[in-house]
Every structure is written in structure tokens, then in C-alpha cells.
């Protein structure tokens, strides 16, 4: 399947998801939220994409994009933000690049500088459904090529925090709580800002849990989910340039 | 490196028969005791840390108008937030809509209805 048939099943699942979730809970603001969100990326996109090519095309990864920034900025919060939250996030898609790709995850760069600046809230719509996104983001993690992302992840994450709980001598199942489904098996797995090889894809998913659980212990009054992903962007450059054993 | 990956996969996957929580409180459950005018709501909220990562505010509302915010410096519990708050001075009646909103000391909020019966 190719990365494009993907984006449009993750397009559908994250579309219909919301559809449900608005209608279960009777919530027709979260529905507006991503419908501005998602409006307001295809149409930055699109002025991008005009100004660089001279031509007008809509992209799927606008759409994920903006579907993305309604599930996480929280749903009472103007419709300003959600504009604002799409334009730097596509803003940040076109301008910050290197070697030809956009270095951060547009959305999480658009919600982490849309609540810095703005001091917007975050609500994590659907991060919960645990029964859902693991088998759904398996399913993408797989066909993306990122389940090392994955992995990296869940190995720094669920070994840092049963440290931590067996430390305090608090509950070991606790540590399933702390982890955000819809960020780990939505977002930490976008294809564009990880990196492409193997054991660089398992350091990326591996810095990712390290920082978000420093970031935790620390106290920090920022979203440390977002900055951990977003620092690890940084690093995919160098990360591809981790040496590959053969074959690999 | 595959064995690797489908080795804590599996385990992640058997092992989480949890319901899960991110930074965002998962539920807020609400009652209100008419007789003594108290409303007890427990924010649920599961942590690693209590100390470093615990429910920092809670907004409480009567009718879409807020009333009352109250702050934390840490969560009683690795699961949750209780609070008790008085609406002795505030005047309840049968239909009124309560609500609840707790925010994470990281990032997220929720917020929960409650309407008296």
C-alpha cells in the first residue's frame, strides 16, 4: 500500500472518529473545532503550495494535519486559535525545511507555538480510546514502515516510568495511564519528520520517551509531549546519519 | 531488532487491559449533597508522580457562569483529585446544571456536567 492510500485511510479513520465522538458526546463544538482546523490548513496550504507553483492543490497531509490540531487544541477555545494553530503549522511545513522535507511535525509545532503564544489549552480528544488507536495505529505504524518508532517509544517509556514506580513503590499497571495513545500511535509515528533508517527510528522513538518522561518528572508547565516530539525533530538529521548495519 | 519490536508490542499489548489516561483528566465525577449543600466531585487523573504531575486547578460553575476556582500543589492520589466545595451561599435548585472543569498541571482540561435532581 502506498504512503498515499495510507493518508487517505488515516484521513477516513481520523474523520469518522470524530464524527463519533462529536455525536456519543453530544459535543458539536469539538466537531466546529476540527472543521475550522481542518478548513483553515487545506486553505494555507493550498496559498503555499499557489505561491511556490503558481498552481492550486489540495494535499492529504493538510488534511491529517488539520484534523490533528481539532483533536488536540481544546474545543472552547476561540476559533482564532485553531486558525492560528493551522497557519504555523503549515507555515512551518513549507518554510522550516532541510534536505527537501519539513524538519517538525506540522501540527504538533502549530498546537505547541498556538499554546506558548496564545496560551491556548489542550484537551487530547480521544486520547483514551486505547482499544481503538492501538490496533488502528499498529495497522499504520506497519504500513508506514515506523513500528521501530514505536518501539524505541514504548521501550524508553514503559522502562523509565516502571523504574520510577517501583522506586515509589506505587502501582506497576499504573504506568499504562501515562501514556497518550492518540499522540504515541497518531503523531510520534508521522513518516516525514522521523527518520528512514532502522536503528535511527528506534533512537528517534527511544529520545522521544526519555524526554517525555523527563519532561514529566521535571514538572514542566508546557505540554511535554509536544516539545519532547518536537526536539526530536530536530535531531532527524543527524539521526539519519547513524551508520546502518548491512542490509538494514 | 524484530524480535525486539514484536516483543514489546505483545507485551505492551497483553499487559494493557487498563482503561488509559493521557495528561488530561479522563472522567470527573460529580455529586451533590442537597441537604448539606456540598458538592464532592473526584477529578480522575492517573499519574506516575503526584508531586510533579497532578491536577493543578479546578473550575467549578453553576448554569455556564463560573463560581468558584480552586488550586492544588499536588494530587492527593496517583489516580485522582478529590474535592469537596460548599455551595451553602449559592442558591440550588432541582434541573440546575453543575459543572467541573479540571485542568492538568502539564496540559489538558476537562470539563463534566452534572445536572440536580
Not at chain 1, 511545513?93 to 527537501?100: L, M, S
Not at chain 1, 543527524?238 to 548495519?245: F, H, V
Request: charged share 15%; with cysteine; proline share 4%.
Amino acid at each position: 500500500m502506498k504512503l498515499l492510500a495510507v493518508k487517505s485511510w488515516l484521513i477516513a479513520f481520523l474523520g469518522l472518529l470524530a464524527l463519533c465522538l462529536a455525536i456519543t458526546g453530544k459535543d458539536a463544538l469539538f466537531l466546529s473545532g476540527v472543521a475550522v482546523a481542518l478548513i483553515s490548513a487545506l486553505i494555507f496550504d493550498s496559498l503555499f503550495i499557489y505561491l511556490k507553483e503558481k498552481k492550486v492543490r489540495v494535499t492529504d497531509s493538510s488534511i491529517i494535519t488539520g484534523l490533528i490540531i481539532g483533536y488536540v487544541l481544546a474545543s472552547d477555545e476561540p476559533f482564532w486559535k485553531f486558525i492560528a494553530a493551522a497557519l504555523l503549522a503549515i507555515g512551518s511545513k513549507h518554510i522550516i525545511r532541510v534536505n527537501k522535507k519539513h524538519l517538525f511535525n506540522p501540527a504538533a509545532f502549530g498546537v505547541f507555538l498556538t499554546m506558548f503564544l496564545f496560551g491556548a489549552n489542550t484537551q487530547w480528544r480521544g486520547a483514551y480510546l486505547w482499544y481503538v488507536l492501538i490496533p488502528v495505529g499498529l495497522f499504520f505504524a506497519y504500513k508506514v514502515q515506523k513500528k521501530e518508532v514505536l518501539a524505541g517509544y514504548l521501550f524508553s517509556a514503559l522502562g523509565l516510568f516502571a523504574a520510577q514506580a517501583l522506586l515509589q513503590k506505587a502501582p506497576l499497571l499504573n504506568i499504562f495511564g501515562f501514556l497518550s495513545y492518540f499522540y504515541i500511535f497518531v503523531m510520534v509515528i508521522e513518516p516525514k519528520t522521523t527518520p528512514v533508517f532502522k536503528r535511527a527510528k528506534f533512537a528517534f522513538g527511544l529520545g522521544v520517551g526519555i524526554l517525555v518522561f523527563l519532561f514529566t518528572e521535571l514538572g514542566v508547565n508546557f505540554d511535554a509531549e509536544l516539545a519532547a516530539l518536537l526536539l526530536m525533530n530536530l535531531s532527524v538529521p543527524l539521526l539519519n546519519k547513524i551508520p546502518q548495519r548491512r542490509g538494514a | 531488532m524484530k524480535k525486539i519490536i514484536l516483543f514489546f508490542l505483545a507485551c505492551f499489548i497483553l499487559v494493557n487491559t487498563l482503561p488509559a489516561y493521557a495528561h488530561p483528566p479522563s472522567n470527573i465525577v460529580i455529586a451533590y449533597d442537597p441537604a448539606k449543600k456540598m458538592l464532592h466531585a473526584e477529578i480522575k487523573h492517573q499519574v506516575g508522580n503526584p508531586r510533579q504531575h497532578y491536577i493543578k486547578k479546578a473550575d467549578i460553575g453553576l448554569n455556564g457562569k463560573e463560581i468558584a476556582s480552586l488550586s492544588f500543589t499536588s494530587q492527593a492520589s496517583y489516580f485522582s483529585q478529590l474535592l469537596d466545595y460548599s455551595l451553602a451561599e449559592v442558591e440550588i435548585k432541582k434541573g440546575d446544571k453543575i459543572y467541573v472543569e479540571g485542568y492538568c498541571s502539564i496540559s489538558g482540561k476537562l470539563k463534566v456536567e452534572y445536572t440536580v435532581e
